[in-house]
């Protein structure tokens, strides 16, 4: 796998050791408002990532924790959903510990990973509805949104439109 790193953050696959960082994340009221609810069990955030560790060892899905360049985590990302010429990305959370820049230099590095190591073309997320500033955030990087429903918009982005706004915000991530 790539060496996944940016400016102030790196990418590395999920641990089962990391099973309460994330529990800390998922159940945090601050960060959990547009996520799927969970258990508050250890036990089965380890089983879960165990039975994940297949999933990633036959390429068709990939959690990676977001780690500053020091070391501290600071979030979560996934990519999932993998299909002829998209992969969908999410579980995205960046908690208080992320660096000023950690959306932009974490979405970049999930890009670089799906275009670059997976070799797609574009990608594919929803974003709940009442989630406005990642829902600006993915148009301001070039996303277009192709469908809806009750609760979630669906967005599509290509790889040129990602490189577009790299060029342009290259001088926050480099």
């Not at 945090?28 to 250890?42: G, K, W």
Request: charged fraction near 30%.
């Amino acid at each position: 796998m790539m060496q996944l790193q940016s400016k102030t953050l790196k990418l590395r696959l999920v641990e089962e050791s990391d099973a309460e960082f994330i529990l800390s994340l998922r159940l945090d009221e601050r960060y959990n408002a547009f996520l799927s609810s969970i258990t508050p069990d250890i036990e089965a955030q380890k089983q879960w990532i165990k039975l994940y560790k297949y999933d990633e060892l036959a390429r068709n899905q990939f959690y990676f924790i977001i780690e500053r360049s020091d070391g501290i985590p600071c979030g979560t990302i996934r990519v999932y959903d993998l299909r002829k010429d998209s992969f969908c990305w999410g579980s995205w959370i960046l908690n208080q510990n992320k660096t000023r820049y950690a959306a932009l230099e974490s979405a970049f590095l999930i890009y670089e990973f799906g275009f670059k190591n997976l070799g797609f073309k574009k990608s594919h997320f929803d974003v709940m509805k009442g989630n406005k500033g990642v829902i600006k955030f993915h148009q301001r990087m070039g996303a277009v949104q192709i469908d809806e429903d009750e609760q979630n918009l669906y967005f599509e982005i290509t790889k040129s439109a990602v490189e577009n706004a790299q060029h342009k915000l290259a001088d926050k991530i480099k």
